[in-house]
């Protein structure tokens, strides 16, 4: 079956750096987005990797394993507004998405 | 307007009720998406519309009833829904053509069923 892990929650310190870890199963593999969703509002695009690899957008790198089914996302002097959940979705061959259950992560001054 | 909008954003009905949520996007997209979103659960994809012809029905109950009159309008009918129906109800929208593309969400509209 296809099957996304991610972490359920995850607490850094502002100033901190966090990654967050997402592990998947698919019928074959279009690549990996990641989305940030703040409470009560609609999950906003971050990334999309498709070949190994880190990629780099300002605080935020998003890194992949296609031969281990395995991305990061990579959050650097964190602040209190990265206060989120965090959602990996793999795209299968049929470019459907396969969602995460998302990461919650809780950000202490 | 930007984006992707839903209204209402907040809905409370009983069981017997009839309601509609809409969905509008002004991206010039040709794809359409309802999911809905439990707490701590992944999202559940519903339906999705493209070119206003529906190309998936996961499996949904017949109590939600999609509607894409056009391309930049998606709504979700609903009937005698249950209190497990509760959840928030996401739409979204991609370019579409059967490849990799971006999915664009709404802010939602949280449902409650009493």
């Known amino acids: 079956g296809q099957n996304i892990d991610q972490p359920t929650e995850m607490t850094a310190t502002e100033g901190a750096i966090v990654q967050i870890n997402c592990t998947y199963q698919t019928s074959g593999f279009n690549g990996l987005f990641w989305y940030q969703q703040h409470a009560g509002e609609a999950p906003t695009f971050l990334s999309y990797n498709v070949l190994d690899g880190l990629e780099e957008k300002g605080r935020f790198s998003s890194f992949l394993s296609r031969s281990k089914g395995y991305s990061y996302l990579l959050l650097k002097e964190l602040q209190m507004k990265d206060s989120a959940s965090y959602l990996c979705?793999?795209?299968?061959?049929?470019?459907?998405?396969?969602w995460g259950a998302g990461t919650k992560l809780i950000i202490k001054p | 307007e930007t984006g992707v909008t839903q209204t209402p954003r907040h809905l409370v009905m009983g069981m017997t009720n009839k309601k509609s949520l809409k969905c509008e996007q002004h991206?010039?997209?040709?794809?359409m998406y309802w999911y809905k979103q439990s707490a701590k659960k992944p999202l559940e994809l519903m339906f999705v519309y493209s070119l206003e012809e529906r190309v998936e029905n996961n499996s949904v109950p017949s109590r939600f009833s999609p509607e894409c009159p056009n391309s930049s309008h998606l709504f979700l009918h609903l009937h005698t829904l249950q209190p497990e129906d509760s959840a928030l109800y996401l739409c979204a929208s991609s370019q579409g053509g059967g490849a990799v593309d971006t999915q664009y969400f709404g802010p939602g509209t949280r449902l409650t069923v009493l």
């Open positions: 991206l010039g997209h040709n794809a």
């Open positions: 979705a793999a795209m299968d061959s049929n470019y459907q998405l396969i």
